[in-house]
Nanobody, 127 residues
């Protein structure tokens, strides 16, 4: 098991930027594929971005391609989500997730692929 703590959410105007961080406990962070999901009120939890153990394989939802960047620093047990050109429709609670992965290139795209979740951080984009 790994414990995840997100930070960096807040209120920002449309067109602005935020960087979310997710700090993982434990010494095996490099064994986990990581994902960022978001959930708006009344909607399902959707994938935003994911990154494999090798750090090179990445996935982005179509809605955030070209605006968001996921990265990881295994030495700091941290995964980041840099969010630029934010839009009001990006408003949601953002969740960090981790999946123990045997393959260095694997990443998951659905919530069911991840067994570990953070508590979430609110991102609100005003128009």
């Amino acid at each position: 098991q790994v414990q995840l703590v997100e930070s960096g959410g807040g209120l920002v105007q449309a067109g602005g930027s935020l960087r979310l961080s997710c700090l993982a406990s434990g010494r095996t962070f490099s064994s986990y594929a990581m994902g960022w999901f978001r959930q708006a009120p009344g909607k399902e939890r959707d994938i935003v971005a994911a990154i494999a153990r090798n750090g090179a394989n990445r996935y982005y939802a179509d809605s955030v391609k070209g605006r968001f960047t996921i990265s990881r620093d295994n030495a700091k047990n941290t995964v980041y989500l840099q969010m630029n050109s934010l839009k009001p429709e990006d408003t949601a609670v953002y969740y960090c997730s981790a999946a123990l992965s045997g393959g260095s290139t694997w990443l998951g795209r659905s919530p069911s692929a991840y067994a570990n979740w953070g508590q979430g951080t609110q991102v609100t984009v005003s128009s």
